[in-house]
């Protein structure tokens, strides 16, 4: 009986250690996803490979990071958080340790593949919060575990730049091996097993479908500048992705156990969430990606500020910064004012960032402000997306929610990309890129903080919430 009474209480000390673990975790997750933007100027010398087959080791990490979020998520809501949760993790290692013994461009490719498993730890991570943290805490741990993946990438990139250019790259993936394998203890160690298990059969047929759907719309994204928007390959792909999307989601409303509760989903308190986390992930994205081409630039040729990777990378810390402080900050306006008034906040700011973002010829400290106040923006509306679904989904569907919720904004980051490239191809001067092709990308960055504003409105201005077992 005392045995008992003592492993008791060494699991009640180890719960105020979930959420360090959870938040390292997530932040290691978003590192993974950016840590090899810096590197690819330089990855073609390295590897022997050319540049698209280089372009592929971003595509597989964004491709099975689509696929696997909602997967994990429902298999984590079905049998398990704690058992997925380290999966996830134990994926992301793998992939670390084989980038870092490997300079092989095939083997590279499938190891970021493996690493983009790593985008289930966010939505798994918020559900786990959920069950095991006091009521008048969820909120703002939810909060600042959302803000994490603009940390990891706001630190990720600075953190590449400064091994690419100090020390041989296989580095970086030594130490975030190493960062993997801890994290996996730990979180094996102090996150306790589930207590809400939905059981059930798992929808296979309905993974497979929105995998291959996902595949043919994501696949044409990430490549068309290459291959050719018009081309027949792109041109099929979307087709088939249309065609796919459609036959999937027939499947999954005469289902009784679907992958993704489609019905759910269409409410409005759903579906609002799910159209913002799409437009701020390509908003966000844009933050980072055109504001890191743009620094970079020479101002010889175009637009540009001709710094260095590393002293680019500084210049993005101020986001880091903002995702840091904010988070709280968003978390409490929801909180007194609702997450309607937070959302309008965060695309307020989010607007006046892309603003002065958009601003020709500017000087570098209006760059920095604008990449501090986007970042500001992001942060309002990325830690109130799962605080809204808290109270939208069931406390069984929660994990499988917040995994299609992160999916969109993957989606979004992986259409901002595309469009950045293609804006930008068609505004090149001779050696570097015109002023108009960034005011134009920025711009567009700016219309979906606009739309995000306006879908606001659709929101609830207080939510109810199913009680999480923390709270009895």
């Not at 603003?355 to 604008?370: E, T």
């Not at 106040?373 to 605080?387: D, Q, S």
Request: net charge positive.
């Amino acid at each position: 009986m005392q045995k008992r009474t003592a492993t008791r209480s060494d699991r009640s000390n180890l719960s105020k250690y979930v959420f360090p673990v959870l938040a390292v975790g997530a932040i290691f997750q978003a590192i993974m996803q950016t840590v090899i933007v810096p590197l690819l100027p330089s990855l073609p010398g390295f590897t022997g490979a050319g540049p698209t087959a280089v372009s592929w080791l971003v595509t597989s990490t964004l491709l099975v990071g689509a696929v696997m979020t909602p997967i994990f998520g429902r298999l984590a809501d079905m049998i398990g958080k704690k058992q997925m949760l380290l999966i996830a993790f134990g994926l992301m290692t793998v992939g670390s340790l084989i980038c870092a013994v490997t300079s092989n461009i095939g083997l590279l490719i499938f190891a970021r593949g493996l690493q983009g498993a790593g985008a289930a730890v966010l939505p798994i991570g918020m559900a786990i919060l959920r069950e095991v943290m006091p009521r008048d805490r969820v909120d703002r741990s939810i909060a600042v575990l959302s803000s994490t993946l603009g940390i990891g990438t706001a630190v990720g990139i600075p953190f590449a730049a400064a091994i690419v250019q100090f020390a041989n790259w296989h580095l970086l993936f030594w130490v975030t091996t190493a960062i993997g394998a801890g994290v996996a203890v730990a979180a094996a160690y102090v996150v306790p097993r589930s207590s809400t298990r939905t059981g059930g059969r798992f929808d296979v047929v309905g993974a497979v479908g929105l995998s291959s759907a996902l595949i043919c719309l994501l696949v044409p994204i990430t490549q068309g500048s290459t291959w050719g928007w018009t081309s027949t390959a792109v041109l099929t792909m979307f087709a088939c992705a249309v065609l796919l999307f459609a036959v999937w989601g027939f499947q999954q409303l005469r289902n009784r156990n679907p992958l993704v509760d489609l019905r759910v989903s269409a409410r409005r308190s759903v579906l609002a969430p799910h159209l913002s986390a799409l437009l701020v992930g390509f908003a966000f994205y844009g933050n980072t990606l055109i504001t890191t081409q743009l620094l970079q630039a020479s101002p010889d040729h175009g637009a540009g500020y001709g710094l260095t990777i590393l002293q680019a990378a500084v210049c993005q810390l101020p986001a880091s910064f903002a995702m840091m402080v904010f988070a709280l900050v968003a978390a409490r306006v929801s909180d007194r004012f609702g997450p309607k008034s937070a959302i309008m906040v965060g695309a307020t700011f989010l607007i006046v960032g892309y603003s002065i973002h958009a601003v020709p010829d500017k000087p570098l400290w209006m760059v920095v402000a604008a990449i501090f106040i986007a970042a500001i923006g992001t942060t309002f509306v990325y830690c109130t997306l799962p605080i809204l679904l808290l109270g939208a989904v069931p406390l069984s569907q929660n994990a499988a929610a917040n995994g299609v919720n992160v999916l969109l904004r993957t989606v979004g980051s992986t259409m901002c990309s595309a469009v950045v490239a293609s804006v930008l191809a068609a505004h090149m001067i001779a050696g570097g890129i015109a002023s108009s092709g960034f005011v134009a990308v920025y711009l567009v960055c700016g219309a979906c903080a606009i739309v995000v504003f306006v879908s606001a409105f659709a929101l609830p201005s207080r939510g109810s919430r199913t009680p999480s077992p923390a709270d009895v």
